[in-house]
């Protein structure tokens, strides 16, 4: 069975870095399309980015892109979201997701696996 678990998440300081971690499991992940989202109290659960797992475009919401990065360990079936100058608006409890031949798919729908989440708490 396909599992993603999260780690990673923490308080920190505005300005400050967090890489989270999402180990991937139950199956090998070629041909499929990983995505980080988030979800912030009262809000729906948003793109964060996508990442071709064998490789490609690698693509961010506008809110993240400079400041947020994407990359995985294909041995260790590792996916890393790098945080760095992070705002107090990050905070929020962050999802790695899995999906085949989604290609750009930024809605949540799509996405067939998902793990539990991290929280992310960036104070002032």
């Known amino acids: 069975q396909v599992q993603l678990v999260e780690s990673g998440g923490g308080l920190v300081q505005a300005g400050g870095s967090l890489r989270l971690s999402c180990a991937a499991s139950?199956?090998?992940?070629?041909?499929?399309?990983m995505g980080w989202f988030r979800q912030a109290p009262g809000k729906e659960r948003e793109f964060v980015g996508t990442?071709?797992?064998?490789?490609?475009?690698?693509s961010f919401a506008d809110s993240v892109k400079g400041r947020f990065s994407i990359f995985n360990d294909n041995a260790k079936n590792m996916l890393y979201l790098q945080m760095n100058s992070l705002k107090p608006e990050d905070t929020a409890v962050y999802y790695c997701?899995?999906?085949?031949?989604?290609?750009?798919?930024?809605?949540?729908?799509?996405?067939?696996?998902w793990g539990q989440g991290t929280q992310v708490t960036v104070s002032s």
């Open positions: 997701a899995a999906g085949y031949g989604l290609g750009r798919q930024i809605s949540p729908t799509g996405y067939a696996y």
């Open positions: 139950g199956r090998t992940f070629s041909g499929y399309t």
């Open positions: 990442f071709p797992w064998s490789g490609g475009i690698i």
